[in-house]
């Protein structure tokens, strides 16, 4: 059975930093897609990261720069750096795997069939 375990959220004032980590149990994620997506209160998951298998990684324009994904593969987790937070930040974050190592839309939460519980980041201004 393959589970995902988020930690690291909680409440952080703006400009402040957060690291994210995802423990994944019942497979590698070597070969695998490994994303963050996250949801704000009223709102619709969004897309925040991905990594894939081949050490290429994504990003969602809101992020960039501020956000850094990445994966130890030793550990099976993948981590979520979050650097110069905003208020709009705010939401539960989520991790998220593959089940191929080739999907089509990176972006998409229909691309990913595991999910983990979520962790609440929570940025005051």
């Known amino acids: 059975q393959v589970q995902l375990v988020e930690s690291g959220g909680g409440l952080v004032q703006a400009g402040g930093s957060l690291t994210l980590s995802c423990a994944t149990s019942?497979?590698?994620?070597?070969?695998?897609?490994m994303a963050w997506f996250r949801q704000a209160p009223g709102k619709e998951r969004e897309f925040v990261s991905h990594s894939n298998w081949r050490s290429g990684t994504g990003y969602a324009d809101s992020v960039k720069g501020r956000f850094t994904i990445s994966r130890d593969n030793t550990k099976n987790t993948v981590y979520l750096r979050m650097n110069s937070l905003k208020p709009e930040d705010t939401a539960v974050y989520y991790c998220?795997?593959?089940?191929?190592?080739?999907?089509?839309?990176?972006?998409?939460?229909?691309?990913?069939?595991?999910w983990g519980q979520g962790t609440q980041v929570t940025v005051s201004s």
């Open positions: 019942g497979r590698t994620i070597s070969t695998y897609v």
């Open positions: 998220a795997s593959s089940v191929s190592p080739y999907i089509g839309d990176y972006q998409s939460a229909r691309s990913y069939s595991y």
